[in-house]
Nanobody
Framework: QVQLVESGGGLVQAGDSLRLSCAASGRSFSTYTMGWFRQAPGEGRQFVAAVSGSSFRTNYADSVKGRFTISRDNIKATVYLQMNNVKPEDAAVYYC???????????????WGQGTQVSISS
């Protein structure tokens, strides 16, 4: 199994930038699609971005397209989410997840981190 640990969350001002990291265990990291999801209070968990295992295809939710960038380092077994020009609507707990297929669907992700809180101040 894959264990995922997110870091980098915190309080940032609207318009600022933040980079989230997710460190994965194991030696099969490059075979997994890695995704970021987020969940705000009272809402379901929503897809944010995904990057495929070795071809580095990316997919973004419309709400973050042009502002967020997902990337991965298969040597370090780490996936990142660079969040630029953050907006109040970006405030949420951000979860890192791993899937065996390239997907934006929660149901395709079998491994999840515990989440990291991103708060936005005005």
């Amino acid at each position: 199994q894959v264990q995922l640990v997110e870091s980098g969350g915190g309080l940032v001002q609207a318009g600022d930038s933040l980079r989230l990291s997710c460190a994965a265990s194991g030696r099969s990291f490059s075979t997994y699609t890695m995704g970021w999801f987020r969940q705000a209070p009272g809402e379901g968990r929503q897809f944010v971005a995904a990057v495929s295992g070795s071809s580095f295809r990316t997919n973004y939710a419309d709400s973050v397209k042009g502002r967020f960038t997902i990337s991965r380092d298969n040597i370090k077994a780490t996936v990142y989410l660079q969040m630029n020009n953050v907006k109040p609507e970006d405030a949420a707990v951000y979860y890192c997840a791993a899937a065996v297929r390239y997907s934006a669907l929660q149901s395709d992700y079998g491994y999840w981190g515990q989440g990291t809180q991103v708060s936005i101040s005005s």
